[in-house]
Structure formats: structure tokens, C-alpha cells
């Protein structure tokens, strides 16, 4: 089973600013399959990138998803006051072990 | 437009299961896979598995072999999980969510449902 870290725990930033957060795999992604969600509480997740680097529907393009292998990477260009939140990254490259996602990064504000 | 609405919460005995329903529309139910997913209150999100609501193919996360069933009516495109022998570790909201379109590459889950509390006291 392929198991997914993040880094870092938590994120403090102030609107505006960029946020990097990562995703290591600890072994390759079958052809990068690396999805990141973010999540407000109380809410579902909502799909931000899907194959490492691919925008999902109407998602504004200050996401962006970078990275291949064992490593990856989202960056938000400058943080709007909605995109303080959890963000989780999957992998569902390993079928038919399993889709497995990461313990997550909480972006709050500084 | 694509929506996923689950059933309500249920309030449950250890020992006992739960069966939560995923009904499904604005797409062609058939077409894309079901994956389940379930997160304790103030815990990361758990991946329990798939399946495919043409063949009713599934796969099931190993930790839960052997007390999940996910299956599904395609005549109400609605799509089920059921896991037995609950504890309290089970308590936690269950999400279905779509998966992969057939024929397509898959791309995660793009369309999730509310989310179904499940507690097992």
C-alpha cells in the first residue's frame, strides 16, 4: 500500500500570500494519479487537481498542482480568505490496493 | 447537474450494521464508479472502496474485507454500503463519491455526496 505524507501540518499564512504545501508518496504514482481536495467543516471535499497537475472544473487558476514519482506539489498564488482549509492529497494509481489519501495540511490564518 | 444525495443519519448498536444509500443523478449512473470514503470527527479522510455500478464490480480497502458490501440498483441509479460487526470506531460521517468514467482516465472524485453521519453507541 502506497502511504501519502504531507507536509506541513499546518500552514499559517495571511491573505495574499503564497501557500506550497506537499505530498510525499512512499513509493512511485502510477502515472501520477495525485488528486488534492480541499475541505471547509462540515462540508464534502471538492476536487482541486486530479493527475497531479490538472485543474478540475471551474477551479480558479491561482491553484496549481506540480510534481511526479513520490513527490508533488500544491500551490495557491495568493490566498483569497476562502482557501483557508484543510487539503488532502490521494493517490488512485494503486488500484486495486487502494485510493489512499494523506493526513492532510491545515492552511489557517496568521 | 450532477448530484449524489445520501440517506440520514443513523444512530446505531456495536455489534449491529448500517447500510447507507447514495442516489445518484444529472449522469448517466452506469458510467462512472462509486467510491466510498468515511472521516471520524476531526480525523483525515479514509478511502473504504469502490465499485462499479455497470458490472457491480467492486474493491474493498483491506482493513475492511469481510465487513463491507457495496452494491447498487441501477434501476433507481442509486448505490449502497453496508458494513456489519460496527464499533465505535466506526462512528464517523460516510461520503460516496464518483469515481472514474468508463473509457476515461480516471481523475479522483469530482462529485461528492453530503455525507452521512453514522454513530455507534
Known amino acids: 500500500e502506497i502511504v501519502l505524507t504531507q507536509s506541513p501540518g499546518t500552514l499559517s499564512l495571511s491573505p495574499g500570500e503564497r501557500a506550497t504545501l506537499s505530498c510525499r508518496a512512499s513509493?512511485?504514482?502510477?502515472?501520477?494519479?495525485l488528486a488534492w481536495y480541499q475541505q471547509k467543516p462540515g462540508r464534502a471535499p471538492r476536487l482541486l487537481i486530479y493527475g497531479a497537475s490538472n485543474r478540475a472544473t471551474a477551479i480558479p487558476d491561482r491553484f496549481s498542482g506540480s510534481g511526479s514519482g513520490t513527490d508533488f506539489t500544491l500551490t495557491i498564488s495568493r490566498l483569497e480568505p476562502e482557501d483557508f482549509a484543510m487539503y488532502y492529497c490521494?493517490?488512485?494509481?494503486?488500484?486495486?490496493?487502494?485510493?489512499?489519501f494523506g493526513p492532510g495540511t491545515k492552511v489557517d490564518i496568521k | 447537474q450532477v448530484q449524489l444525495v445520501q440517506s440520514g443519519a443513523e444512530v446505531k448498536k456495536p455489534g449491529a450494521s448500517v447500510k447507507v444509500s447514495c442516489k445518484a443523478s444529472?449522469?448517466?449512473?452506469?458510467?462512472?464508479?462509486i467510491n466510498w470514503v468515511r472521516q471520524a470527527t476531526g480525523q483525515g479522510l479514509e478511502w473504504m472502496g469502490w465499485m462499479n455500478p455497470d458490472s457491480g464490480n467492486t474493491g474493498y480497502e483491506q482493513k475492511f474485507q469481510g465487513r463491507v458490501t457495496m452494491t447498487r440498483n441501477t434501476s433507481i441509479s442509486a448505490a449502497y454500503m453496508e458494513l456489519s460487526s460496527l464499533t465505535s470506531e466506526d462512528s464517523a460521517v460516510y461520503y460516496c463519491?464518483?469515481?472514474?468514467?468508463?473509457?476515461?482516465?480516471?481523475?479522483?472524485?469530482?462529485?461528492w455526496g453530503q455525507g452521512t453521519l453514522v454513530t455507534v453507541s
Open positions: 444529472g449522469y448517466s449512473f452506469t458510467s462512472y464508479d
Open positions: 513509493q512511485s504514482v502510477r502515472s501520477d494519479y
Open positions: 490521494q493517490q488512485y494509481g494503486d488500484s486495486p490496493r487502494g485510493f489512499t
Open positions: 463519491a464518483r469515481g472514474r468514467g468508463a473509457g476515461r482516465l480516471p481523475r479522483g472524485s469530482d462529485y
